[in-house]
Nanobody
């Protein structure tokens, strides 16, 4: 299983940004794709996830109403649409794949992307 994310980006606060996570090599069956982020000196935080079986989604309180997770099955890609970005959203963002339904339990995620740095300037 391989998860590929985009390169890092610097954006101004308020500018929308969409992060892709291209997946390949999945065995048959359903799974969860999750997005996590980690800022310097802070613990990794579960941001959002989506189930491949029924499309169920979850958002952390810190991003609810601003971020949207979606999947394009034809492209085997999961997107994290980030609107109303704030400087405090600055972090390394990682997509991960795990069992269905992994929610945001990191121990249930077996595969991780390389991460992409998102920097939001004020």
């Amino acid at each position: 299983v391989q998860l590929v994310e985009s390169v890092g980006v610097l954006v101004q606060a308020g500018v929308p940004l969409r992060l892709p996570c291209a997946a390949s090599g999945f065995p048959s069956g359903s799974y969860t794709i999750g997005w996590f982020r980690q800022a310097p000196g802070q613990r990794r935080e579960g941001v959002s996830c989506i189930s491949s079986s029924d499309g169920s989604t979850y958002y952390s309180d810190s991003v609810k109403g601003r971020f949207t997770i979606s999947s394009d099955n034809a492209k085997n890609t999961v997107y994290l649409q980030m609107n109303s970005l704030k400087p405090e959203d600055t972090a390394g963002y990682y997509c991960a794949a795990g069992e269905d339904w992994a929610w945001m339990l990191e121990t249930l995620y077996d595969y991780w992307g390389q991460g992409t740095q998102v920097t939001v300037s004020s």
